[in-house]
C-alpha cells in the first residue's frame, strides 16, 4: 500500500496529495479567477477533505493567492503547512523576472508573512535561483530568516541536481519543486537525489497543466473506474514516496476528482503500463 504521508524536514508531517492554489488567479498567474467567495470555499473544502499542505506563492496575482488562503483558512489547523514562494517578481500575465537580490528577498518574505497573518512559514522556496546574484547569497538570506523564526524550512523551485548539491553545500534545504508528471520526467534524476536525501519533491505541473487530465489512458483507467487526472496522480503518488503533488482547482468538483486519486491502488501491470 502506498504511504499516504511524509515529513517534511523529518517533522512536518503532511498529507502526500495536497492543494496547490495557482487556479485560483486568471491567466497568467495574473489578477483574480474567481469571486473570493468561491475561492474561499474551495480551499475550505480541501481541508475538510484532510489535506494538510497547500501550496502558494506571492507572484500568484501577485498577492492575491496568499490573500485567499489567510481568508480562508487563518487561524490555520495545527496540522496544516502552508509553503510559500519568492524570487520572482511577476509584471503581467506570464510575464515575470527573477529577483534574489538579499534585500529583495526579505522583503518579500516579510510581506508573505503579512499577508499570510502568520508569524512563520513553514516552508519557504526559493522560486527560482537569480543567476544575477550569488547562490549563497541567496540561501544565506533565507538562513537568516529561518535564523530569525520567520521560515522555519527552506525549499527550491526549479533547479538542476548539480544545483541542488551546491545548495545543500549551503545550508539544508527540505523540499524541491521541479516540473514532473507522467509524461515529462526530465527532473528524475533530481527526484532521485530528493529520494536519497530524504527531501520532500513537490512536482509543479503535476497533470501536465491540463494535457493529462485530458488525456487517454483507457486501460488503466477503466480498469479503476477513474479519470485520467486521478491515474496521473496516482502514478505520481506510486512513482516515490518522496513525490508530494500539489494539484490546483478552481473547480470544486475537480478538487473532489483530484483529492479521491490517493484511493487508487495502481497494480504492478499498471505502473509498467504507464511507465511505457
Known amino acids: 500500500m502506498v504511504s499516504q504521508s511524509f515529513d517534511i524536514a523529518g517533522e512536518l508531517r503532511v ?9 485560483l488567479t486568471g491567466l497568467g498567474y495574473w489578477g483574480p479567477r474567481l469571486e473570493p467567495e468561491e475561492a474561499v ?22 498577492d492575491i493567492a496568499e490573500e485567499l488562503v489567510a481568508q480562508a483558512l487563518h487561524p490555520y489547523p495545527d496540522d496544516l503547512v502552508v509553503a510559500t514562494k519568492g524570487g520572482v517578481v511577476r509584471t503581467g500575465p506570464n510575464l515575470w523576472h527573477t529577483d534574489g537580490r538579499p534585500e529583495r528577498l526579505r ?9 499570510l497573518k502568520t508569524e512563520t512559514i513553514h516552508l519557504y522556496q526559493l522560486h527560482r535561483i537569480d543567476p544575477d ?22 525549499g527550491l523551485d526549479t533547479v538542476t541536481a548539480q544545483e541542488l ?10 523540499s524541491v519543486q521541479n516540473r514532473f508528471n507522467l509524461l515529462d ?16 519533491f513537490l512536482p509543479w505541473f503535476p497533470l501536465g497543466n491540463g494535457a493529462l487530465a485530458r488525456s487517454d489512458l483507457p486501460e488503466v483507467a477503466r480498469r479503476h ?3 485520467p487526472a486521478q491515474v496521473a496522480l496516482a502514478w505520481l503518488l506510486h512513482r516515490s514516496p518522496v513525490i508530494l503533488p500539489t494539484p490546483g482547482t478552481g473547480s470544486l468538483a475537480h478538487l473532489e476528482e483530484n483529492l479521491n486519486a490517493a484511493a487508487i491502488e495502481l497494480t504492478p501491470d499498471d505502473l509498467v503500463a504507464l511507465d511505457r
Not at 534524476?189 to 530528493?194: A, S
Open 15 to 23: 498529507r502526500r496529495l495536497g492543494y496547490g492554489t495557482g487556479m
Open 41 to 62: 470555499t474551495v480551499l475550505r473544502r480541501a481541508v475538510e477533505r484532510g489535506v494538510t499542505l497547500i501550496d502558494t506563492a506571492d507572484n500568484y496575482g501577485p
Open 107 to 115: 522583503v518579500m518574505c516579510e510581506a508573505s508573512l503579512r499577508r
Open 133 to 154: 546574484v550569488p547562490l549563497a547569497d541567496q540561501l544565506g538570506t533565507l538562513a537568516e530568516l529561518r535564523a530569525e523564526g520567520k521560515i522555519r524550512h527552506i
Open 165 to 174: 548539491e551546491r545548495a545543500l553545500e549551503i545550508t539544508p534545504i527540505a
Open 185 to 200: 520526467r526530465e527532473s528524475t534524476p533530481v527526484l532521485e537525489m530528493c529520494q536519497e536525501r530524504g527531501l520532500a
Open 225 to 227: 473506474g477513474a479519470t
